[in-house]
Protein backbone atom coordinates (compact mmCIF):
# COMPACT_ATOMS: atom_id res chain seq x y z
CA UNK A 1 0.00 0.00 0.00
CA UNK A 2 1.37 3.13 -1.48
CA UNK A 3 1.62 6.05 1.12
CA UNK A 4 0.28 8.35 -1.67
CA UNK A 5 -2.78 6.53 -1.87
CA UNK A 6 -3.96 6.59 1.25
CA UNK A 7 -7.49 7.99 1.58
CA UNK A 8 -9.83 8.69 3.99
CA UNK A 9 -12.89 6.96 1.71
CA UNK A 10 -15.48 6.05 4.18
CA UNK A 11 -15.01 2.46 2.34
CA UNK A 12 -12.01 2.06 3.47
CA UNK A 13 -11.32 -0.57 6.06
CA UNK A 14 -11.07 0.17 9.92
CA UNK A 15 -7.39 -0.12 9.89
CA UNK A 16 -6.69 1.92 6.84
CA UNK A 17 -8.48 4.41 8.46
CA UNK A 18 -6.54 4.43 11.86
CA UNK A 19 -2.97 4.16 10.13
CA UNK A 20 -3.84 7.28 7.60
CA UNK A 21 -5.39 9.29 10.87
CA UNK A 22 -1.60 9.31 11.90
CA UNK A 23 0.55 9.50 8.74
CA UNK A 24 1.96 12.42 7.52
CA UNK A 25 2.34 13.86 4.53
CA UNK A 26 4.74 12.42 1.90
CA UNK A 27 6.97 15.42 1.58
CA UNK A 28 7.44 15.43 5.27
CA UNK A 29 8.33 11.59 5.59
CA UNK A 30 10.35 12.45 2.72
CA UNK A 31 12.15 15.31 4.71
CA UNK A 32 12.56 13.56 7.54
CA UNK A 33 13.94 10.11 6.01
CA UNK A 34 17.69 9.35 5.70
CA UNK A 35 19.31 9.88 2.69
CA UNK A 36 19.47 6.55 1.23
CA UNK A 37 19.21 5.33 -2.95
CA UNK A 38 15.81 4.64 -2.36
CA UNK A 39 13.10 6.76 -0.58
CA UNK A 40 10.16 5.53 1.37
CA UNK A 41 7.20 5.10 -0.65
CA UNK A 42 5.01 3.35 2.01
CA UNK A 43 4.32 4.45 6.30
CA UNK A 44 5.54 0.95 6.47
CA UNK A 45 8.63 1.72 4.34
CA UNK A 46 10.04 3.75 7.33
CA UNK A 47 12.74 2.94 9.35
CA UNK A 48 12.75 2.58 13.27
CA UNK A 49 14.38 6.21 13.78
CA UNK A 50 12.13 7.63 11.61
CA UNK A 51 9.25 6.09 13.45
CA UNK A 52 10.73 7.07 16.84
CA UNK A 53 10.60 10.87 15.46
CA UNK A 54 7.31 10.05 13.90
CA UNK A 55 5.98 9.08 17.70
CA UNK A 56 7.85 11.83 19.50
CA UNK A 57 4.40 14.11 18.07
CA UNK A 58 1.77 11.83 18.61
CA UNK A 59 -0.25 11.36 21.92
CA UNK A 60 0.06 8.15 23.52
CA UNK A 61 -3.48 7.19 22.68
CA UNK A 62 -2.32 8.13 19.39
CA UNK A 63 0.79 5.69 19.44
CA UNK A 64 -1.65 2.76 20.69
CA UNK A 65 -4.34 3.04 17.87
CA UNK A 66 -1.00 3.12 15.55
CA UNK A 67 0.54 -0.02 17.49
CA UNK A 68 -2.57 -2.04 16.57
CA UNK A 69 -2.87 -1.24 12.48
CA UNK A 70 -0.21 -4.57 12.04
CA UNK A 71 2.31 -6.65 13.20
CA UNK A 72 5.42 -4.43 12.07
CA UNK A 73 3.85 -1.33 13.59
CA UNK A 74 2.46 -3.31 17.15
CA UNK A 75 6.42 -4.52 17.32
CA UNK A 76 7.96 -0.50 17.05
CA UNK A 77 5.74 1.45 18.59
CA UNK A 78 4.84 -0.12 22.15
CA UNK A 79 8.19 1.11 22.88
CA UNK A 80 7.90 4.87 21.79
CA UNK A 81 4.92 4.82 24.15
CA UNK A 82 7.39 5.13 27.05
CA UNK A 83 8.03 8.78 27.09
CA UNK A 84 4.48 9.74 26.38
CA UNK A 85 3.01 7.78 28.83
CA UNK A 86 5.58 8.95 31.54
CA UNK A 87 4.04 13.00 30.23
CA UNK A 88 0.94 11.64 30.68
CA UNK A 89 1.14 10.54 34.11
CA UNK A 90 2.92 13.69 35.48
CA UNK A 91 0.25 15.68 34.19
CA UNK A 92 -2.44 13.15 36.17
CA UNK A 93 -0.11 13.65 39.43
CA UNK A 94 0.66 17.43 39.20
CA UNK A 95 -3.43 17.67 38.79
CA UNK A 96 -4.34 15.66 41.77
CA UNK A 97 -1.56 18.06 43.39
CA UNK A 98 -3.40 21.38 41.74
CA UNK A 99 -6.85 20.19 43.35
CA UNK A 100 -5.39 19.52 47.07
CA UNK A 101 -3.91 22.69 47.11
CA UNK A 102 -2.00 23.47 50.54
CA UNK A 103 -4.85 21.54 52.72
CA UNK A 104 -2.85 18.34 54.17
CA UNK A 105 -0.69 18.73 51.34
CA UNK A 106 2.03 16.63 52.70
CA UNK A 107 -0.43 14.00 54.28
CA UNK A 108 -0.25 11.22 52.35
CA UNK A 109 -2.51 9.77 55.27
CA UNK A 110 -5.41 12.56 53.76
CA UNK A 111 -7.63 11.65 51.52
CA UNK A 112 -6.00 12.92 48.74
CA UNK A 113 -2.55 11.47 49.58
CA UNK A 114 -4.32 8.15 49.41
CA UNK A 115 -5.59 8.77 45.81
CA UNK A 116 -2.11 10.24 45.03
CA UNK A 117 -0.80 6.77 46.23
CA UNK A 118 -3.29 5.27 44.12
CA UNK A 119 -2.16 6.45 41.12
CA UNK A 120 1.48 6.29 41.65
CA UNK A 121 1.07 2.55 43.15
CA UNK A 122 -1.25 1.56 39.89
CA UNK A 123 1.45 3.11 37.47
CA UNK A 124 4.44 1.03 39.32
CA UNK A 125 2.31 -2.20 38.56
CA UNK A 126 1.88 -1.33 35.31
CA UNK A 127 5.64 -0.33 34.46
CA UNK A 128 7.12 -2.96 35.82
CA UNK A 129 5.27 -5.39 33.52
CA UNK A 130 6.08 -3.41 30.36
CA UNK A 131 9.49 -2.05 31.17
CA UNK A 132 11.67 -3.83 33.57
CA UNK A 133 14.59 -2.94 33.69
CA UNK A 134 15.73 -0.13 36.21
CA UNK A 135 17.54 2.15 33.08
CA UNK A 136 13.23 2.68 32.04
CA UNK A 137 12.54 3.22 36.21
CA UNK A 138 15.52 5.70 36.09
CA UNK A 139 14.37 7.66 32.69
CA UNK A 140 10.62 7.82 33.87
CA UNK A 141 11.74 9.13 37.45
CA UNK A 142 13.96 11.91 35.04
CA UNK A 143 10.64 12.70 33.10
CA UNK A 144 7.76 12.33 36.05
CA UNK A 145 10.19 14.24 38.80
CA UNK A 146 13.30 14.06 39.88
CA UNK A 147 13.76 16.52 42.18
CA UNK A 148 10.31 16.16 43.49
CA UNK A 149 10.44 15.22 47.13
CA UNK A 150 7.17 14.47 47.15
CA UNK A 151 6.86 12.08 44.44
CA UNK A 152 10.08 10.18 45.28
CA UNK A 153 8.01 9.59 48.51
CA UNK A 154 5.01 8.36 47.16
CA UNK A 155 7.01 5.73 44.54
CA UNK A 156 9.07 4.51 47.47
CA UNK A 157 6.32 3.88 49.84
CA UNK A 158 4.68 2.43 46.89
CA UNK A 159 7.76 -0.20 46.96
CA UNK A 160 7.65 -0.46 50.55
CA UNK A 161 4.01 -0.88 51.72
CA UNK A 162 2.95 -3.71 50.25
CA UNK A 163 1.30 -6.17 52.87
CA UNK A 164 -2.26 -6.05 53.53
CA UNK A 165 -3.33 -5.55 56.97
CA UNK A 166 -6.12 -7.73 58.09
CA UNK A 167 -9.43 -7.23 56.78
CA UNK A 168 -11.28 -7.32 60.20
CA UNK A 169 -9.14 -4.30 61.63
CA UNK A 170 -10.72 -2.41 58.54
CA UNK A 171 -8.02 -0.34 58.36
CA UNK A 172 -6.32 0.96 54.82
CA UNK A 173 -3.10 1.84 55.03
CA UNK A 174 -2.01 0.01 51.80
CA UNK A 175 -2.05 2.08 48.38
CA UNK A 176 -3.25 -0.69 46.54
CA UNK A 177 -5.79 -3.32 46.81
CA UNK A 178 -3.82 -5.65 44.51
CA UNK A 179 -1.13 -7.98 46.00
CA UNK A 180 2.83 -7.57 45.21
CA UNK A 181 5.70 -9.00 46.05
CA UNK A 182 8.22 -6.81 47.36
CA UNK A 183 11.03 -8.21 45.57
CA UNK A 184 9.97 -7.84 42.26
CA UNK A 185 10.06 -3.97 43.19
CA UNK A 186 13.24 -3.76 45.58
CA UNK A 187 15.71 -3.82 42.34
CA UNK A 188 14.54 -0.28 41.61
CA UNK A 189 14.57 1.40 44.97
CA UNK A 190 17.98 2.16 45.33
CA UNK A 191 17.88 5.10 42.51
CA UNK A 192 14.84 6.49 44.25
CA UNK A 193 16.54 6.63 47.76
CA UNK A 194 19.35 8.41 45.69
CA UNK A 195 17.37 11.24 44.30
CA UNK A 196 15.22 11.07 47.80
CA UNK A 197 18.07 11.94 49.43
CA UNK A 198 19.55 14.43 46.74
CA UNK A 199 16.43 16.52 46.81
CA UNK A 200 15.38 16.56 50.38
CA UNK A 201 13.87 19.73 51.54
CA UNK A 202 15.56 21.10 54.60
CA UNK A 203 12.53 21.62 56.77
CA UNK A 204 10.94 18.03 55.98
CA UNK A 205 10.34 16.25 58.86
CA UNK A 206 7.97 19.48 59.56
CA UNK A 207 5.85 18.66 56.16
CA UNK A 208 6.69 15.40 55.18
CA UNK A 209 5.91 12.98 58.45
CA UNK A 210 3.96 13.11 60.69
CA UNK A 211 5.11 9.85 62.50
CA UNK A 212 7.23 12.06 65.27
CA UNK A 213 3.94 12.97 67.19
CA UNK A 214 2.15 9.55 67.29
CA UNK A 215 2.95 6.55 69.59
CA UNK A 216 5.62 4.41 68.37
CA UNK A 217 3.18 1.31 67.89
CA UNK A 218 1.07 3.19 65.41
CA UNK A 219 0.24 1.02 62.43
CA UNK A 220 0.91 4.00 59.72
CA UNK A 221 4.47 4.35 59.35
CA UNK A 222 6.28 7.99 58.01
CA UNK A 223 9.55 7.17 57.30
CA UNK A 224 11.45 5.35 54.74
CA UNK A 225 13.57 3.36 57.34
CA UNK A 226 10.15 2.23 59.84
CA UNK A 227 8.59 1.65 56.82
CA UNK A 228 10.97 -1.12 54.84
CA UNK A 229 11.46 -2.35 58.68
CA UNK A 230 7.46 -3.27 58.65
CA UNK A 231 7.66 -4.52 55.09
CA UNK A 232 9.75 -7.84 56.87
CA UNK A 233 12.36 -7.49 54.03
CA UNK A 234 16.25 -7.36 55.35
CA UNK A 235 17.07 -6.40 51.92
CA UNK A 236 14.60 -3.30 51.85
CA UNK A 237 16.18 -2.28 55.24
CA UNK A 238 20.09 -1.97 54.26
CA UNK A 239 19.01 -0.55 50.85
CA UNK A 240 17.55 1.98 53.01
CA UNK A 241 20.13 2.66 55.34
CA UNK A 242 22.76 2.40 52.64
CA UNK A 243 20.89 4.59 50.04
CA UNK A 244 19.09 6.49 51.47
CA UNK A 245 20.71 8.05 55.36
CA UNK A 246 24.40 6.53 53.74
CA UNK A 247 24.63 4.80 57.35
CA UNK A 248 24.86 8.08 59.13
CA UNK A 249 22.61 8.04 62.16
CA UNK A 250 22.17 11.88 62.37
CA UNK A 251 20.20 11.50 58.92
CA UNK A 252 17.62 9.39 60.85
CA UNK A 253 14.03 10.63 61.04
CA UNK A 254 12.84 9.16 63.99
CA UNK A 255 14.71 8.68 67.35
CA UNK A 256 16.47 5.50 68.32
CA UNK A 257 14.60 3.87 70.77
CA UNK A 258 10.80 4.48 68.73
CA UNK A 259 12.85 3.18 65.39
CA UNK A 260 13.51 0.07 67.80
CA UNK A 261 10.25 0.05 69.86
CA UNK A 262 8.33 0.14 66.41
CA UNK A 263 10.44 -2.93 64.99
CA UNK A 264 9.55 -5.05 67.98
CA UNK A 265 5.77 -4.21 68.06
CA UNK A 266 5.41 -5.37 64.29
CA UNK A 267 2.53 -7.56 64.62
CA UNK A 268 3.15 -8.89 60.87
CA UNK A 269 6.33 -10.29 61.10
CA UNK A 270 7.95 -13.81 61.77
CA UNK A 271 11.00 -15.06 63.51
CA UNK A 272 12.49 -15.47 60.27
CA UNK A 273 12.39 -11.72 59.30
CA UNK A 274 12.21 -9.93 62.27
CA UNK A 275 15.04 -11.74 64.38
CA UNK A 276 17.76 -10.49 61.06
CA UNK A 277 16.21 -7.04 61.15
CA UNK A 278 17.00 -6.46 64.25
CA UNK A 279 20.17 -7.93 64.77
CA UNK A 280 21.06 -5.75 61.87
CA UNK A 281 19.94 -2.64 63.53
CA UNK A 282 21.42 -3.35 66.43
CA UNK A 283 24.97 -3.68 64.47
CA UNK A 284 24.43 -0.52 62.35
CA UNK A 285 23.39 1.81 65.11
CA UNK A 286 25.86 0.59 67.39
CA UNK A 287 23.32 -0.34 70.03
CA UNK A 288 23.31 -2.41 73.41
CA UNK A 289 21.16 -4.95 74.15
CA UNK A 290 20.58 -2.85 77.18
CA UNK A 291 19.87 -0.21 75.71
CA UNK A 292 16.65 2.53 77.35
CA UNK A 293 13.27 2.43 75.15
CA UNK A 294 12.36 5.64 77.36
CA UNK A 295 9.29 4.39 78.65
CA UNK A 296 8.79 2.32 75.64
CA UNK A 297 7.53 5.59 73.93
CA UNK A 298 4.47 5.08 74.45
CA UNK A 299 2.52 8.85 73.04
CA UNK A 300 1.40 9.17 76.62
CA UNK A 301 3.27 11.56 78.76
CA UNK A 302 6.45 9.86 80.46
CA UNK A 303 5.89 10.43 83.84
CA UNK A 304 1.63 9.02 83.41
CA UNK A 305 4.02 5.74 82.43
CA UNK A 306 6.50 5.66 84.69
CA UNK A 307 3.53 5.75 87.56
CA UNK A 308 2.14 2.82 86.15
CA UNK A 309 5.46 0.94 85.87
CA UNK A 310 5.77 1.34 89.61
CA UNK A 311 8.39 4.07 89.20
CA UNK A 312 11.37 1.68 87.37
CA UNK A 313 12.02 4.07 84.47
CA UNK A 314 15.00 1.90 82.84
CA UNK A 315 12.62 0.30 80.53
CA UNK A 316 15.41 -1.72 78.14
CA UNK A 317 14.03 -3.90 75.15
CA UNK A 318 14.50 -6.85 77.48
CA UNK A 319 12.26 -5.07 79.92
CA UNK A 320 9.93 -4.63 77.19
CA UNK A 321 9.44 -8.15 76.20
CA UNK A 322 9.38 -10.11 79.20
CA UNK A 323 7.01 -8.14 81.07
CA UNK A 324 3.31 -9.96 80.60
CA UNK A 325 1.43 -9.27 77.25
CA UNK A 326 -1.56 -7.29 79.33
CA UNK A 327 1.05 -4.65 79.71
CA UNK A 328 2.26 -4.62 75.97
CA UNK A 329 -1.23 -2.98 75.49
CA UNK A 330 -1.36 0.65 74.61
CA UNK A 331 -4.16 2.91 75.70
CA UNK A 332 -3.46 6.26 73.99
CA UNK A 333 -5.42 8.47 72.79
CA UNK A 334 -8.66 5.72 71.32
CA UNK A 335 -9.84 8.43 69.40
CA UNK A 336 -7.04 8.71 67.07
CA UNK A 337 -6.38 5.25 67.54
CA UNK A 338 -9.26 4.40 65.49
CA UNK A 339 -8.89 7.26 62.72
CA UNK A 340 -9.60 5.93 59.37
CA UNK A 341 -7.04 8.06 57.66
CA UNK A 342 -4.41 6.13 58.82
CA UNK A 343 -4.03 6.93 63.12
CA UNK A 344 -5.02 3.32 64.09
CA UNK A 345 -2.97 1.40 66.26
CA UNK A 346 -3.39 -2.02 66.66
CA UNK A 347 -1.55 -2.30 69.90
CA UNK A 348 -4.72 -0.59 71.40
CA UNK A 349 -7.22 -3.52 70.93
CA UNK A 350 -8.46 -5.12 73.53
CA UNK A 351 -11.23 -8.36 73.48
CA UNK A 352 -10.49 -11.26 71.58
CA UNK A 353 -8.99 -9.90 68.53
CA UNK A 354 -6.07 -8.98 71.25
CA UNK A 355 -5.54 -12.68 72.14
CA UNK A 356 -4.21 -13.28 68.15
CA UNK A 357 -2.16 -10.21 67.93
CA UNK A 358 1.41 -10.91 66.63
CA UNK A 359 1.50 -13.19 63.19
CA UNK A 360 4.08 -15.65 64.98
CA UNK A 361 3.99 -15.96 68.88
CA UNK A 362 7.47 -17.09 69.60
CA UNK A 363 8.52 -13.87 68.73
CA UNK A 364 8.83 -12.63 71.86
CA UNK A 365 10.80 -15.10 73.43
CA UNK A 366 13.39 -15.11 70.63
CA UNK A 367 14.17 -11.39 70.49
CA UNK A 368 14.73 -12.52 74.59
CA UNK A 369 17.08 -15.19 73.27
CA UNK A 370 18.84 -12.68 70.84
CA UNK A 371 19.57 -10.03 73.00
CA UNK A 372 20.77 -12.45 75.58
CA UNK A 373 23.18 -13.50 72.92
CA UNK A 374 24.10 -10.07 72.56
CA UNK A 375 25.33 -9.96 76.32
CA UNK A 376 22.32 -8.54 77.63
CA UNK A 377 22.37 -8.01 81.61
CA UNK A 378 20.34 -10.52 83.60
CA UNK A 379 22.30 -9.93 86.61
CA UNK A 380 20.68 -7.73 90.09
CA UNK A 381 17.30 -6.66 91.84
CA UNK A 382 16.15 -5.41 88.41
CA UNK A 383 17.15 -8.19 86.38
CA UNK A 384 14.59 -8.88 83.16
CA UNK A 385 12.75 -11.55 85.65
CA UNK A 386 11.63 -8.70 87.72
CA UNK A 387 9.73 -6.92 84.83
CA UNK A 388 8.42 -10.96 84.02
CA UNK A 389 6.72 -10.95 87.61
CA UNK A 390 5.52 -7.20 87.50
CA UNK A 391 1.75 -7.96 86.58
CA UNK A 392 2.09 -12.30 86.79
CA UNK A 393 2.40 -11.98 90.61
CA UNK A 394 -0.34 -9.34 90.96
CA UNK A 395 -3.22 -11.07 92.91
CA UNK A 396 -4.91 -9.34 90.38
CA UNK A 397 -4.32 -11.78 88.15
CA UNK A 398 -3.38 -14.84 90.35
CA UNK A 399 -6.36 -14.03 92.81
CA UNK A 400 -9.58 -13.70 90.70
CA UNK A 401 -13.01 -15.42 89.76
CA UNK A 402 -12.27 -18.08 87.89
CA UNK A 403 -14.56 -17.27 84.92
CA UNK A 404 -11.87 -13.90 84.11
CA UNK A 405 -8.64 -14.43 82.06
CA UNK A 406 -6.27 -12.68 80.58
CA UNK A 407 -4.30 -13.44 77.13
CA UNK A 408 -1.68 -16.07 77.30
CA UNK A 409 1.88 -15.36 75.96
CA UNK A 410 1.23 -18.12 73.53
CA UNK A 411 -1.94 -15.64 72.31
CA UNK A 412 -3.96 -18.73 71.11
CA UNK A 413 -5.42 -19.44 74.23
CA UNK A 414 -6.96 -18.04 77.13
CA UNK A 415 -5.45 -18.98 80.65
CA UNK A 416 -6.50 -18.02 84.24
CA UNK A 417 -3.03 -16.03 84.55
CA UNK A 418 -0.29 -15.33 81.13
CA UNK A 419 2.79 -17.36 81.58
CA UNK A 420 5.85 -15.85 83.28
CA UNK A 421 7.15 -14.39 79.90
CA UNK A 422 6.84 -15.49 76.88
CA UNK A 423 7.54 -19.17 75.83
CA UNK A 424 11.38 -20.22 76.08
CA UNK A 425 12.49 -16.97 77.53
CA UNK A 426 12.93 -18.01 81.29
CA UNK A 427 14.81 -20.90 80.39
CA UNK A 428 17.31 -18.32 78.17
CA UNK A 429 17.97 -16.14 81.37
CA UNK A 430 18.72 -19.11 83.39
CA UNK A 431 21.09 -19.96 81.02
CA UNK A 432 22.64 -16.93 81.61
CA UNK A 433 23.07 -16.82 84.72
CA UNK A 434 19.56 -14.49 86.01
CA UNK A 435 19.44 -15.34 90.07
CA UNK A 436 15.79 -16.53 90.37
CA UNK A 437 15.55 -15.80 93.81
CA UNK A 438 14.89 -12.26 93.54
CA UNK A 439 11.95 -10.75 95.39
CA UNK A 440 9.59 -8.45 93.44
CA UNK A 441 9.08 -4.65 94.19
CA UNK A 442 5.44 -4.34 93.82
CA UNK A 443 4.37 -7.27 95.72
CA UNK A 444 7.52 -9.09 97.66
CA UNK A 445 6.81 -12.80 95.71
CA UNK A 446 9.40 -14.81 94.40
CA UNK A 447 8.91 -16.76 90.87
CA UNK A 448 7.57 -19.56 93.12
CA UNK A 449 4.24 -17.64 94.67
CA UNK A 450 3.59 -17.51 90.71
CA UNK A 451 3.21 -21.44 90.19
CA UNK A 452 0.15 -20.79 88.36
CA UNK A 453 1.98 -19.27 85.57
CA UNK A 454 4.53 -22.52 85.64
CA UNK A 455 1.69 -25.33 85.56
CA UNK A 456 2.53 -25.89 81.63
CA UNK A 457 5.62 -27.18 82.48
CA UNK A 458 7.14 -29.45 84.67
CA UNK A 459 10.75 -29.44 83.93
CA UNK A 460 11.12 -25.85 83.62
CA UNK A 461 9.31 -25.86 87.32
CA UNK A 462 11.68 -28.16 88.52
CA UNK A 463 14.77 -26.04 87.27
CA UNK A 464 13.19 -22.85 88.91
CA UNK A 465 12.55 -25.00 92.44
CA UNK A 466 15.87 -26.44 92.57
CA UNK A 467 17.87 -22.70 92.00
CA UNK A 468 15.02 -21.14 94.43
CA UNK A 469 16.13 -23.62 97.82
CA UNK A 470 16.32 -20.59 99.67
CA UNK A 471 12.79 -19.00 99.30
CA UNK A 472 11.28 -22.77 99.10
CA UNK A 473 9.61 -21.31 102.41
CA UNK A 474 9.35 -17.89 102.25
CA UNK A 475 6.01 -16.32 103.18
CA UNK A 476 5.11 -13.75 100.89
CA UNK A 477 2.78 -10.96 102.49
CA UNK A 478 1.86 -9.83 98.99
CA UNK A 479 1.03 -5.94 100.42
CA UNK A 480 -2.73 -6.55 100.18
CA UNK A 481 -5.40 -4.97 102.33
CA UNK A 482 -7.62 -8.02 102.25
CA UNK A 483 -4.93 -10.29 103.08
CA UNK A 484 -3.89 -8.09 107.15
CA UNK A 485 -1.21 -10.14 108.29
CA UNK A 486 -1.43 -13.21 106.74
CA UNK A 487 1.40 -14.50 104.42
CA UNK A 488 1.95 -17.23 102.11
CA UNK A 489 4.55 -20.07 101.21
CA UNK A 490 4.61 -21.37 97.82
CA UNK A 491 3.24 -24.68 98.73
CA UNK A 492 0.57 -22.60 100.38
CA UNK A 493 -0.09 -20.36 97.35
CA UNK A 494 -0.59 -23.75 94.96
CA UNK A 495 -3.10 -25.10 97.06
CA UNK A 496 -4.56 -21.89 97.19
CA UNK A 497 -5.63 -21.61 93.41
CA UNK A 498 -6.35 -25.08 93.48
CA UNK A 499 -9.08 -24.12 96.13
CA UNK A 500 -9.81 -21.03 94.19
CA UNK A 501 -10.14 -22.03 90.64
CA UNK A 502 -12.43 -24.70 91.32
CA UNK A 503 -10.32 -27.16 89.14
CA UNK A 504 -11.54 -30.62 88.29
CA UNK A 505 -10.34 -33.71 89.81
CA UNK A 506 -7.94 -34.37 86.71
CA UNK A 507 -6.18 -30.84 86.69
CA UNK A 508 -5.32 -31.57 90.30
CA UNK A 509 -4.14 -34.85 89.72
CA UNK A 510 -1.94 -33.23 87.04
CA UNK A 511 -0.67 -30.97 89.79
CA UNK A 512 0.47 -33.80 92.16
CA UNK A 513 4.06 -33.68 90.77
CA UNK A 514 4.36 -30.06 91.07
CA UNK A 515 3.84 -30.33 94.54
CA UNK A 516 6.40 -33.36 94.67
CA UNK A 517 8.65 -31.10 93.45
CA UNK A 518 8.61 -28.51 96.36
CA UNK A 519 8.20 -31.28 98.91
CA UNK A 520 11.01 -32.71 97.77
CA UNK A 521 13.25 -29.34 97.99
CA UNK A 522 12.16 -29.10 102.12
CA UNK A 523 8.80 -27.11 101.81
CA UNK A 524 7.17 -27.33 105.04
CA UNK A 525 3.11 -28.71 105.11
CA UNK A 526 2.86 -27.42 108.25
CA UNK A 527 3.95 -23.69 107.91
CA UNK A 528 1.03 -21.29 108.65
CA UNK A 529 -0.25 -18.24 106.53
CA UNK A 530 -0.64 -15.93 110.24
CA UNK A 531 -1.18 -16.98 114.11
CA UNK A 532 -3.67 -19.35 114.69
CA UNK A 533 -3.82 -19.58 110.94
CA UNK A 534 -4.23 -22.33 107.55
CA UNK A 535 -1.04 -24.61 106.89
CA UNK A 536 -0.82 -26.60 103.59
CA UNK A 537 -1.96 -29.50 105.30
CA UNK A 538 -5.19 -27.56 107.04
CA UNK A 539 -6.24 -26.64 103.10
CA UNK A 540 -5.41 -30.36 101.53
CA UNK A 541 -7.00 -31.92 104.71
CA UNK A 542 -10.83 -29.27 104.22
CA UNK A 543 -10.67 -29.91 100.37
CA UNK A 544 -11.39 -34.23 100.32
CA UNK A 545 -11.86 -36.01 98.44
CA UNK A 546 -10.15 -33.65 95.86
CA UNK A 547 -6.55 -33.33 97.41
CA UNK A 548 -6.70 -36.96 98.85
CA UNK A 549 -3.26 -37.70 96.69
CA UNK A 550 -2.06 -33.81 97.84
CA UNK A 551 -2.42 -34.75 101.18
CA UNK A 552 -0.43 -38.56 100.68
CA UNK A 553 2.17 -36.32 99.75
CA UNK A 554 2.01 -33.93 102.61
CA UNK A 555 1.49 -36.57 105.52
CA UNK A 556 2.92 -40.05 104.12
CA UNK A 557 1.83 -41.88 107.98
CA UNK A 558 -1.56 -43.24 107.16
CA UNK A 559 -2.10 -42.75 110.98
CA UNK A 560 -1.49 -39.08 111.01
CA UNK A 561 -3.77 -38.51 108.20
CA UNK A 562 -6.68 -40.41 110.13
CA UNK A 563 -6.49 -38.18 113.08
CA UNK A 564 -6.35 -34.85 110.57
CA UNK A 565 -9.86 -36.30 109.78
CA UNK A 566 -11.27 -35.69 113.50
CA UNK A 567 -12.00 -32.60 114.96
CA UNK A 568 -10.42 -33.16 117.99
CA UNK A 569 -7.13 -33.16 116.33
CA UNK A 570 -7.96 -30.63 114.16
CA UNK A 571 -8.50 -28.14 117.22
CA UNK A 572 -5.21 -29.48 118.82
CA UNK A 573 -3.15 -27.70 115.86
CA UNK A 574 -4.34 -24.11 117.11
CA UNK A 575 -6.40 -23.42 113.76
CA UNK A 576 -9.28 -20.92 114.66
CA UNK A 577 -11.45 -22.07 111.94
CA UNK A 578 -13.69 -24.99 111.63
CA UNK A 579 -12.57 -27.30 109.13
CA UNK A 580 -15.79 -26.94 107.22
CA UNK A 581 -15.17 -23.11 107.06
CA UNK A 582 -11.59 -23.61 106.33
CA UNK A 583 -11.94 -22.77 102.75
CA UNK A 584 -14.47 -20.40 102.61
CA UNK A 585 -12.34 -17.40 103.92
CA UNK A 586 -9.69 -18.08 101.28
CA UNK A 587 -12.39 -17.97 98.76
CA UNK A 588 -14.15 -14.95 99.81
CA UNK A 589 -11.01 -13.24 100.48
CA UNK A 590 -10.07 -12.10 96.77
CA UNK A 591 -13.92 -12.05 95.68
CA UNK A 592 -14.53 -8.16 95.33
CA UNK A 593 -10.98 -6.46 94.94
CA UNK A 594 -9.37 -8.51 92.28
CA UNK A 595 -12.02 -8.86 90.00
CA UNK A 596 -11.01 -7.21 86.22
CA UNK A 597 -13.21 -4.07 85.91
Not at 321 to 350: A, E, K
Not at 356 to 381: M, T, W
Not at 415 to 429: C, E, F, K, R, T
Not at 451 to 462: K, N
Request: aromatic share 10%.
Amino acid sequence: MAFRTISRSRDAAPKKRKLSNHALSTSTLVALAPNKARKPTSFLDLPVELHCLISEQMSSRAILQTAKTNRHLSSIYPRALFKPACLDFKQVLESLRSKDGNCLFYHFWSPAGRRYLRKVDGFLNRFTKKWETVERFEAMLEVVGKDDFWFLSAVIRCILVLKETWKNRSCQWKASKKAVRIEDRLPFLPEALKLARGCRPSMWWQYIWFGWMTCSRQEWKDTFLSMAIHSNSLEAVKLVWEHYHQKEVPTLEDQIPKLLHSTITNIWATKETLIPILDYLLDELDISPDFSLDSDLCAREPEQRNRELGGITSTTLMDVMVRPFVYNQCTCDFTRSFDRNGYRNLWSMIGPKAAHLRQDPVIAGEIVKLLVSRGANVIGQFNPIQWMMFTSNSPYLQFRSPGLSVFNWDEKELHPVSYIGPPGALMALFEAGADPNIITEQHNTTLLHIPQSLWHDLPLFTLLASKSVRNINYQAPYTTKKLGEERFSPLQALLMRIVYLKLEQQSVDRLVPFVKVLMDLGADPYLKDGPNGRSAVMIAVADQPRMEAILELLIPSRIIRRRWMTDDYWLQQGCELDKREVLWPLIRTFLWEYRMP
